[in-house]
């Protein structure tokens, strides 16, 4: 067995607020820059779904000295790509620089971060890179089921039933007024983390941010708090036909807990039996493997800082959709009833523990992990405690908390595919 | 840190490479084998045969393979593609032994159970479908199949339906036992381990193996295309995407990294990693063809498709049109800035900035033991490990005269061929 040593990441905080993460890695010279703000889709005000989204699209497209073009060849000739991306809670940015160019990158980064014009030329331009996005994801099954199962489980306005990537009506609808204001109310220091990971020592990281970002003033932006999910009242199923397709899309789901609950450990130990351990856990087995109905099933556990949902996907042909539903039914009323078995419930402890020096080998999977961390509180030696936490989870806990989640007649059901069945 | 290489006496090459960063080992288990060996009525065979070997061997018996390597908190996976088809597993160093005891497993004793054999037979054509679900896929699958009349990289490694319909247990284990001996295998080995220790244990665990024939694979070179191809998808959709391949030179061709220069100046630096590169999309905002079509609202992505292959394959352009921009419009602005830089070649600055990029990516995409370990061994396959360590001077090396040549001799008319996927409104 190998014992793993810590991360001991550094952890500083600048007089404006904002938190930086340290840790320094030999293995290539370069650094990852791994910059989190709290201005995910959950702060889209009332009727402006896509909003931050849209934001992700446009921050970097011109700043108060930069225009686009010059912002792109600052970057290219560098040969780094910067990364936008938001999810509810929060939105990254992200890239990988030699260590030569780090100090040039990250005063950039901050003219972003800090400096956003959101050019009227450039909003139509990805105006019209959203639409078609949105176009896309009409005619991807996946994303429809996915959709649809969110808004089912949530209700349509709650942060986590809403449309990420809003809609046809409200992105048309969004101005440049709009995606300033959200920049003005949601980017503060307060609101900031930074992990810089890789060829740079802590002291340095720490003083190159309080070069770009330290003289950043700001009154610190409210927070959101997310709401309860609404009670789950008997079992939900839609089916959305998509005639012009090969292959049917299976998302089920329910709502759980939030990352901070204490049963989160006993949580992700059900899910990592359930449909993550080797291939797809106990799913795996029953749909791939036994009856080879599906190259993808899987189920996916995200408590967040609200009380996230639990979600099992499969990918079937029109001819199996109801089998494989009465498949996973089968599977979570069975794990739901009996528990977990002694051996299965070691096994997971086993590769959920094994499994952090790979999580960690590289500068962006330790740079998630910090961040990761530091959005949920969990400490700097998260790391070395996670094996303990875990450890403690006993099999009633786990058994428990199957019970409380996997009952397939308060589950919502949504298939999106070749496939217009009276499923039930 | 150099790379060691050694054979054992049944041929199997082996590669070690100490990368002491963490205390992880991964190993990969490469066969010459791909689509491209495959014969008409066994499309897709390759791929079917790497999925056959996860399941149980004469020592690893089925229900024993849940969590083989899980249990050494690793990972472990598998790909074919037209030239080769590998395994891989990363986990802790502790593991390292036992993870060469299933690559030697699943070298020479797969079982084939008849039943394991039908279940994988649905897993696979859900595989197909599933790929079908995406428009882009489904007009690459049919662009390559067009730019190919006689070479065998016109069929897709997933296969034909007809052909994973009906191929039989006994054609996969044959075709299984034909390829999977030693001397036509690459063993790498790359992470926090003892170089001779590392040896050793291959040679305990392969050694017993018997060497077979390879057999020299005959192969229809393609001709010479003879004027530009098109073709068209019509299918019920919501958005039109347009593809532009061109015959595009083998990775030990002259003109192979000058094309690499090229596809950066075009559309950004991509790297050369197979298993990493995708995971980051290139730098390519100032890229002519960003400008020339996502900035001005034509198209809402590009991207450029130039991957090392053993013979001559494709370079692609890949574009999406913007709702309410039509295929025509698209198309004129494309082969408009492609044919510019036939014509007049890259700049100066533009050749610096490419190589600097390529430079920065080949850095990014060595940040872990598995990423090491994946290049010397897709390397092996093609051309030779050695071959990829000289990469970074080829294209140092690369010229203004070289992509001048290499975009005139390429990109033409006459070796091209143009896709559409064009979308038919639904009738609800």
Known sequence: ?424 | MGVREEFLDNGLRVLVQEEHTAPLASVWCWYRVGSKDELPGLTGISHWVEHMNFKGTTNIPREKVKGIIEQYGGYWNGYTWIDQTTYTETATRDALDHMLFIEAERMASCLYDPADVESERTVIISELQGGENDPEQLLDQELTAAAFHAHPYRHPTIGWLGDLQTMTRDDLYGYYRQHYVPNNATLVIVGDVDADDALKSAARRFGSIPGGEVSKRRRTPEPQQLGERRLTVSKEGTTAYLKVGYHAPAATDPDFFPLLVLDSVLTGAKGLNLWASFRTPPPQRSARLYQALVNTGLASAVSGGLVPTQEPFLYTLSLTATDGTSLDALESAVLEAVDLVRRQGVTEQELRKAKTQLRARFVFEQDSITNVAHQLGFFETIASWRYFLSIADRIQAVTLEDVARAAAARLTASNRVIGRFEPVSGAS
């Open chain 1, 1 to 424: 067995m190998i014992t793993h040593r810590g991360l001991s990441p550094t952890r500083h905080v600048l007089a404006n607020g904002l938190t930086v993460l340290a840790k320094e890695t030999r293995t290539t010279p370069a650094v990852t820059i791994y910059a989190g703000f709290h201005a995910g889709t959950a702060y889209d005000p009332p009727a402006c779904d896509g909003l931050a989204f849209f934001v992700s699209k446009t921050l970097d497209r011109g700043t108060a000295s930069r225009t686009a073009d010059q912002i792109a060849e600052e970057l290219d000739s560098r040969g780094v790509t910067l990364s936008i991306s938001v999810n509810r809670h929060a939105m990254w940015l992200v890239c990988t620089c030699l260590t030569e160019d780090f100090d040039h990158v990250l005063s950039l980064m901050g003219d972003i971060a800090m400096q956003p014009v959101f050019p009227a030329a450039e909003v139509e331009t990805r105006r019209g890179e959203i639409v078609t996005l949105l176009r896309q994801d009409q005619d991807n099954p996946a994303t429809v089921a996915m959709e649809t199962l969110m808004r089912t489980l949530y209700g349509e306005t709650h942060p986590y039933g809403r449309r990420m990537r809003g809609t046809l009506e409200s992105v048309e609808r969004m101005t440049r007024n709009d995606l300033q204001q959200f920049h003005a109310r949601r980017f503060a220091p307060q609101a900031m983390s930074i992990a810089l990971v890789g060829d740079l020592a802590p002291d340095r990281a720490v003083a190159v941010t309080e070069s770009v970002f330290g003289g950043w003033q700001k009154a610190p932006p409210e927070d959101v708090v997310v709401n309860g999910a609404p009670p789950a009242n008997g079992r939900r199923v839609q089916v959305l036909p998509m005639m012009n397709k090969a292959q049917a899309d299976v998302a089920y789901g329910f709502t759980t807990i939030r990352r901070q609950d204490p049963q989160y450990y006993a949580y992700w130990l059900m899910n990592n039996i359930l449909g993550q351990y080797a291939l797809g856990g106990r799913l795996g087995d029953s749909i791939r493997e036994r009856q080879g109905m599906a190259y993808y099933t899987f189920s996916s556990l995200d408590a967040s800082l609200g009380p996230g949902p639990l979600i099992v996907r499969a990918g079937v042909s029109p001819a199996n959709v109801e089998r494989a539903v009465a498949s996973i039914d089968e599977e979570l009323a069975k794990l739901a009833a009996e528990g977990p078995t002694d051996r299965e419930l070691a096994e997971s402890k086993q590769y959920l523990t094994g499994s952090m020096p790979r999580t960690l080998e590289t500068n962006a999977g330790i740079a998630t992990f910090l961040q990761t961390a530091e959005l949920f509180g969990l400490g700097l030696d998260y790391d070395l405690r996670q094996a303990s936490l875990l450890g403690e989870v006993t099999l009633e806990q786990v058994h428990a908390a199957a019970r409380a989640v996997l009952d397939p007649a308060r589950a919502a059901v949504v298939v999106a595919g070749p496939y217009s069945g009276s499923l039930q």
